[in-house]
């Protein structure tokens, strides 16, 4: 039994550290780090929390990171087009 709660405990700590440090990543985006690197790695977390077993029963919180999972996706896509703009040559038309 003692076991059990062990793992239980671990388990949860575990969403708790993934949550935490995607909340950082996300300030840290949020506070003017504008690149497709940042938004990426958040959304290799929120894809962590979503994978998480602990998670299967919470249903409000599945939907709460799948929003957030495609609000990410769509920054990132978004970002990388833009870089993906700005690197292309500017050709003058005569």
């Known amino acids: 039994m003692f076991e ?15 949550h935490t440090a995607t909340c950082l990543l996300m300030t840290q985006f949020i ?3 504008h ?8 959304v290799q977390q929120l894809g962590h929390l979503l994978s998480h077993p602990e998670l299967e029963h919470s249903a409000s919180s599945r939907d709460m990171y799948l ?4 609000h ?5 896509n978004l ?3 833009r ?4 690197q ?3 050709i003058d038309r005569v």
């Open 67 to 70: 929003q957030l999972l495609e």
């Open 88 to 90: 292309q040559p500017h």
């Open 4 to 18: 059990d709660n062990s793992i239980s405990l671990s388990s949860s700590r575990d969403v708790a550290q993934i």
């Open 35 to 42: 690149n497709p690197k940042l938004s990426h790695l958040i």
């Open 31 to 33: 506070n003017g780090h």
């Open 72 to 76: 990410w996706q769509a920054v990132t």
């Open 79 to 81: 970002l990388l087009e």
């Open 83 to 86: 870089k993906v703009t700005s």
